[in-house]
């Protein structure tokens, strides 16, 4: 005789997984977050703060930092440019110093009155082409003139220099120191006591 299975025993229910869930209700509200993970959140967003605050600080010391080189950069160039400007005006400016010897056209050094007006008037002679011409009491005549720059004593011949009149710019006197021109700010003067202090030489 067969049994009839179908005795109306149902077979035991499968045990639950722990920690599983078949479902959630709608309903169900969701988990706060524990003290630790408010915590954990509020450090993390107080860094990133921090961060960022460290860039812009970054940035704005690095503009202020280009700003300044900057600066001193250009005033550097503007400093140097004033020096520069200031001593070449002073060069300018500032008269140089050079002595002149009177010679005769032959080039020996001859006592400066020769080449002075007053000699010159009083002895009946004149200035003309860079010499000072005066007669001689046999007839004829001696040329003196300006030597810039040359060295020599009285009877020597003049050594080195120039016939050509300096730079208005230049103080000229003699070696008794008689002013033969005086120097400026690019301007010449006329010797109170010479024929032609600014005029040029002439030749023998």
């Known amino acids: 005789m067969t049994q009839d299975d179908n ?3 149902q077979p035991p229910e499968e045990p639950k997984k722990p920690g599983s869930m078949r479902f959630q209700d ?3 509200q969701p988990r706060q ?8 959140r509020k450090q993390a967003i107080a860094d990133q703060e921090r961060e960022r605050q460290a860039a812009v600080a970054a940035r704005e010391a690095a503009d202020a930092k280009a700003a300044t080189k900057r ?15 200031v001593a070449t005006f002073y060069t300018i400016a500032k008269p140089s110093e050079m002595t002149a010897s009177c010679v005769s056209s032959d080039g020996v050094i001859q006592d400066d009155k020769y080449c002075s007006e007053d000699y010159a008037v009083a002895n009946h002679g004149h200035y003309s082409g860079g010499f000072w011409i005066i007669p001689l009491p046999g007839g004829g005549y001696s040329q003196y003139r300006y030597n810039y720059g040359g060295t ?3 009877g020597q011949h003049v050594s080195g220099g120039s016939y050509t009149a300096p730079s208005g710019n230049t ?3 003699t070696k008794s120191g008689t002013s033969v021109q ?3 700010f690019g301007i010449s003067g ?12 002439g030749g023998s």
């Open 7 to 9: 005795s109306g025993v």
């Open 26 to 28: 709608a309903n169900t």
């Open 33 to 40: 977050p524990s003290v630790a993970e408010q915590r954990a």
């Open 71 to 85: 600066k001193i950069l250009i005033g550097s160039g503007v400093t140097v440019g004033l020096v520069g400007l």
């Open 152 to 154: 020599g004593n009285i």
């Open 171 to 173: 103080n000229v006197t």
């Open 182 to 184: 005086r120097g400026g």
């Open 190 to 201: 006329k010797s109170g006591s010479s024929f032609g202090g600014t005029g040029k030489s």
